[in-house]
C-alpha cells in the first residue's frame, strides 16, 4: 500500500512539472490533464493537512454499513423482560399469598440487580455480600429460610417490623452451568409454604434457564432486518398463555410476505410416529387442517424424522419411495418442489414447516435461513406455551384428586354466576363433606386416607356432566356446581353420588373400610344470587344432614 501511494506521488510530481514548462496550448488533452492534475493535488494536500476530515468521512460510512448487520438487541431484550414478568404473574397463580422477586447477579456492580417483583417491598439492588441470597446461590436447590435478624433481611426488604414468622423460598436460576441469579418467594407465614407448590415454582425457574438459552440463539440468529422485524412481532403479540390458533395465523401472514408458495403446511407430533395438520395456506384438497397422518414414509415426515432441513426442486426423483401425506398421494398432486424445516424441542424435532411448489424449482440459501430462524422462533413460543399450560394447569389442580382447587372453583363459580345472570339461567350447588373422615386418618394412617380422598373425588368426577365444575373445596370437602340445571333437577345427581360412596368397598394394602357423605344444596336464583350466600346456604343444608346421621341430603331454605 505504502509502495503504491510513492509511485503515485511521483507520478504526480512529474505530470505538474510538465505541465509547468510545458507551453500552454489551449489543446482538449492538456485541458484534462492539468484538471486531474489539480484535483490530485487538492486531495494530497486535503490529505497532508487534514487527515482527520477524510478519516471521520471513511469511518461514518463504515459505522453506517456494520450498523446494519447489528442485531435487534432491544428487541431481545424485550422478550426477556415478558418472559420474567410473565414467570412473576405465574407465581401468584400458584399461590396469591405469595410475593415474588427476581434478582440477577450484575458483577459491574458487586451486587444482585432486580429484574421485576410482584407488589411488594423487594429492594432494586442488593449487595454481593447479602447472606441470605448466599445462602440461595450457593444451592443446587430451592431452600427455606425462615426469618432470622441475622441474616439481613432489611437488605433486601428494607426496614419494617417482623412477626418471626415470616419465612422466604429461594430458587436459584442456573445459565450455562453457572448460578446466575435467584427466585424469592415470600410469604408472611411459613405454614402457607407446601411442596406442591416448590414443585410448580421450581419448573417455572427452569423455565426461565430454557428461555434466557432460546432468546441468546434467536439474538444469534437475528440478521435480515425486516424479517427479524417480523419474527419479533410474534414475541410482542403473543403472549404466553395466548392460543395456538393467534401463533399459527401470525406464521401464516409472515410466510406470504416472505415465501413463494404453492402450499404451506404447519405439522406437530406428541410421539414422532404420528402428526396433526396445524395449518395449511394455499392448495387444501390433498391434505387440510385437523387430519393425521403417520409420520413413517411421508415427505411431510420427512424433517421431523431425520431432524434437519430438506430442500429439493424434485422431490420423488430424490426420495421415490415416500408418498406426501397419505399413500398414493404423490400421483395425485404434482408438487415437485419442497422445503421443510423441523420445528425442534430439546434437540428432538416435535413437527415441521414445509412450502411446496408445483414447479421444479429449488428454495434459495436464502429461504432455508429465514424458513430454519421462523422455525426457531416457532419452536421457542410453543415451548413457552407448553410449559405455561402444564404449570397453569398444576396450580388450578388440586394436587392428590387432580379436581380444581379451592381458588379455581371459586373463579369459575364466580364466572358461571355472571353467565347465569346473563341468560337467566339456574345452577344448583352441592357442598358435599366425609363423615367422620378423621377416624380413617387416626387409625390407618395419612396414607390411606389420601387413597379414600382420591376414590371419592373419583366418584364424584364419574358421576358429573363434562359441563359441570368439580373442585375439592377443602380437606374431606368437595363442590360440585351443576350448570344450567334447578335444584330439582340436581337432586337425583347427588343422590348418585351420595349411594355410589356409600356402596364403595374402599381396599387397600389389605385394610377394607366403608365410610359416607353428607350433601347440603342450594340453587341459583331460588336461595341466593352470590357466590358467597349461595355457598353458606349449601354449607348450612350439608351441617343440618351431618346432624341428622350423614349420609344423605338436605336442601337449603329460603
Known sequence: MLFNRQISAIILFFTILILLIYPNYNNIMILIIKGIAIGALAITFTRYAFPNILNKKLLDKNIETDSQNI?????????YKKLIEQIIDLVSVVNPKYNTAIYMTDLENSGYKKQNSSNFAFKDFVNINNIMISKIIKNNKPIIIKYNKDESWEEIFGEKTWRGSEVIIGFPIKYSDKTVGCLLVFSNHFSSINDNDKSIIEKLVGVITKGMTDLEELDLLLADNYFSARINNLFDQLEVKSDQSELFESIRGICRAFFQYDKLTLILSDNGKNAKIKLVDGIREDADEGQDFNLDNSLHGLAVKKNKLINSNSWIENFPELYRFFPGDKEKFNFMSILSSPI??????????????????????TDEKLLELLCNTVSTILVWQQEYYKVHQSAMHDGLTGLLNHKTFLDRFDEEISRAKRFNHNLGLVVLDLDKFKVVNDSYGHLHGDYVLKEVSNIIAENVRAIDVVGRYGG??????????????????????????????????GISLKITISAGMSGFPLHAESVRELISKADNAMYVTKTEGGNGISIATN
Do not use: M, W
Open 476 to 509: 374431606e370437602e368437595f363442590a360440585v356446581l351443576l350448570v344450567n340445571t334447578d335444584i330439582e333437577a340436581c337432586l337425583p345427581l347427588a343422590q348418585r353420588i351420595v349411594d355410589k360412596i356409600a356402596e364403595k368397598v374402599f381396599l387397600k394394602s
Open 71 to 79: 442485531p435487534d438487541l432491544s428487541a431481545i431484550q424485550s422478550h
Open 344 to 365: 425442534k424441542s430439546k434437540e428432538s424435532s416435535i413437527g415441521a414447516i414445509t412450502l411446496e411448489r408445483l414447479k421444479s424449482r429449488r428454495y434459495s440459501k
